[in-house]
C-alpha cells in the first residue's frame, strides 16, 4: 500500500504547511505588453519589487548586499532598475545616510516605490521627494 505525504518545497523533508507569504501578480503586466517589453533583468527585479512591496510601498534593494539574496548578479539587479526606472515603473529617491565605514561618514541608499499598475494601492511619489 502506497501512502503520499506533502513535504516542504525547500528538499528538507518537514511537513508541508500552507505559507501565508504570497503576493499577486497583477494582470496588467500581460495586458499592457510589459511581457514583451521588459526583459529579463526588468522582469526579475519587478517581481522582487512586488513581493518587497508588499508590506511596504517604499523599499530599499542594496545591488552588492541583495543580489546574492535573490541569486542574480549585481549588474543584473542593477540593468533590471535602470530598465523600470527607464520604463516609468520605478520611482528611486535617495537618501543619506550615516555610515562610519564610508569615506565622509554618510552613503546614500536608495529607496524604490513601484509605480503605475504595480504600485501598492494609495501610494505614489509626494511632490518633495520629485528629483530635479
Avoid at 501512502?3 to 507569504?21: I, V
Avoid at 564610508?102 to 521627494?129: K, Q
Wanted: proline share 5%.
Amino acid at each position: 500500500m502506497v501512502r503520499a505525504f506533502l513535504l516542504q518545497e525547500d528538499g528538507t523533508g518537514a511537513e508541508y504547511e500552507r505559507s501565508r507569504d504570497f503576493f499577486y501578480f497583477p494582470f496588467d503586466f500581460f495586458r499592457q505588453g510589459w511581457h514583451t517589453k521588459l526583459g529579463l533583468a526588468g522582469t526579475s527585479v519587478l517581481l522582487i519589487g512586488l513581493y518587497r512591496s508588499r508590506r511596504q510601498p517604499w523599499f530599499q534593494l542594496r545591488t552588492e548586499s541583495q543580489s546574492a539574496w535573490y541569486d542574480i548578479s549585481p549588474d543584473t539587479l542593477q540593468r533590471g532598475l535602470d530598465e523600470l526606472r527607464d520604463a516609468e515603473l520605478l520611482h528611486i529617491h535617495p537618501r543619506r545616510v550615516r555610515d562610519n565605514k564610508a569615506r565622509f561618514g554618510t552613503t546614500t541608499v536608495n529607496e524604490y516605490l513601484l509605480l503605475g499598475s504595480f504600485a501598492t494601492p494609495g501610494t505614489r511619489p509626494s511632490s518633495d521627494l520629485e528629483e530635479d
